[in-house]
């Protein structure tokens, strides 16, 4: 069950232009009840973590087909750390070798979704994270 | 009509209602019969289907309006080039797999560039962090053009590089490291892309604004029509519109409204469209739905020889012809059961050949998860080998011509570029629809429709929505990119900076930095830049200080 609305960025970190993959999942995103922001192409980690802290968020989803992955999310994350937003869901996917996907994901990064992923999966997941992190919230208050 | 023809053809009549009416009290499968692009199809066609007089609508390869095919005898003079796109980490890396490629018989190179090429930046630019060699070679100065090409003779391999935004300061460091190796502009051979109209519309590496952009690429058609006779000035390209998920239909026809495009401009500049007409080719993709991209390849040559001709009065029939590279479909692969997409390869590459390309990529298997290894290039390359030398189709021209399903198909899709056409003009041409983010849409659209079809199963894909397999870890070896590269980059281009003369570096950007203000053509200036060992970054710094950034419309 939902409470209120979840609220997502999907963010296209560094120069990579493929933004097919972003575009489609922020509009599944939409159809399955959340507010998503679309951050556009070409942002810094900078840039996106700044957005995700002035919208408030609680999830960021990073989309990237250039092979800098390794490099981006961490680079993300300390930048929402930074601004206080250490707290948001941070997940993504794209052209992710499988070894890297379990590094990123076992360096306590969320779930990744590789090519293929239905976007059913990926709204069902977001879903069940932030029932998860409310159902917590709510028990401490 | 004499007696027995009448007959006859009272009984073909009687045949087909027969024919209809046990299709229709027959039993069929529960699916959507439609094309990828999810046009609805007939289960027969007929000569009810196709309209249009043979000498009209097809005519003979080689002549007006070359539905058939561009060259009278096709592949039985010499087959397609077989051209794999290759490039990653450092220019000495892409090197050797250039020439381990020439080695397996490939007869044209085709250069990949990492994104901060892509996007004007140089290796040791803050943007560039964690992107140098990734997914293309870093070039960022004539010193790496130097060693991308070193050993490999330049008067005879024909090179195609894929670079759209600072294409022409690309081309400017490959004319430069010819006349370094001793050879004359006139003998290279090869193409840019440089078609910076699909950037803002699907692929987005782009580094200024689309009028500044558009006046580049005249400077660099008005260039090469003089002293680089042999290149292909422009890749005019479909293959970014489909992979970001558009149809087949709107592939043809933006492609082609982006063609006419250049061809207005290059008007408008001056230039006389017979000079530089006949240096423009093409570049599609060959995807999944094998008759429909069969039938758009020969849309495409009688699209273009009707409007070169008609409407802007190119008299060289070369100015007419559709000439293409066709690159298999990326966005066809499978990340899951990865051996699989082999097969859909060769299916892809198979359309392509029957629809007459003049080249010819075919993607490697491994292609959703990382680079391409040796081994799944190989097989990539042995794929384009099987068709032209064992399954023997090679040897009749258009062998799909007169079928009247893929005539009624091309049929169909010239119409329907032809709508699009329509209302481009009525937004007020490409540049203005594009700057509407209209065009983007319309891709968009598409790209979220298919998905929607994929996820209720109504579009099958193998191993990922049918005949799913639980899959543990990569079962093939992947390539990786050795992270030293960027700091050898970065070391590189210190060296180069702390060794060239500093002064005259400076002069050379400077007179780019005058000619951005006036007229002079800005293709010299890079050549000069280059000799004097400017950096790409260095070169676009002044091209976004003069013009300014692109920014995207928000169509999200």
Known sequence: ?141 | MNNDARQSNVQSIDARALWQQEFDAAKKRGIEFTSLSGAPLQPLYGPEDVQGEFESQLGYPGSFPYTRGVHPTMYRSRLWTMRQFAGFGSARQTNERFKFLLAHGQTGLSTAFDFPTLMGYDSDHAHSLGEVGQVGVAISSLADMEVLMGGIPMAEVSTSMTINGPAPILLAFYIACGERQGVDPKLLRGTVQNDILKEYQAQHAWLIPAEPALRMITDVMGHCAKHVPQWNTISISGYHIREAGSTAAQELAFTLANGMEYVRRGKAAGLDVDEFAPRLSFFFDSHLDFFEEIAKFRAARRIWARKLRDTFGAKDPRSWMVRFHTQTAGVSLTAQQPENNIVRTAFEALAAVLGGTQSLHTNSMDETLSLPTEKAVKIALRTQQVIAEEIEVAHVIDPLGGSYYVEALTNRLEAEAERYFAEIERRGGVVAATEQGYIQKEIHRSAIAYQAAVERGSKKVVGVNCYVEDEKGPTIELHKIDPAVEREQQQRLAELRRKRDAAKAKRALDDIRDACKGQDNLLERFIAAAHADCTLGEIADVLRAEFGHYKEPKIL
Do not use: C, N
């Open chain 1, 1 to 141: 069950m939902t409470l209120r609305k979840i609220r997502v960025l999907v963010g296209k970190p560094g120069l990579d232009g493929h933004d097919r993959g972003a575009k489609t999942v922020a509009s599944a995103l939409r159809d399955y009840g959340m507010e998503v922001i679309y951050t556009g192409l070409h942002q810094t980690p900078e840039a996106i973590a700044e957005i995700a802290a002035q919208e408030d968020v609680d999830v960021v989803g990073l989309s990237i087909l250039s092979g800098a992955h390794m490099a981006l999310f961490p680079r993300v994350r300390a930048e929402l750390v930074k601004r206080g937003m250490g707290h948001v869901l941070l997940t993504g996917g794209g052209i992710i070798p499988q070894d890297d996907m379990q590094a990123l994901e076992s360096g306590g990064y969320a779930k990744l979704f590789g090519p293929g992923t239905p976007t059913e999966a990926i709204a069902k997941w977001i879903q069940g994270e932030m029932e998860k992190r409310w159902k917590a919230e709510g028990a401490q208050s």
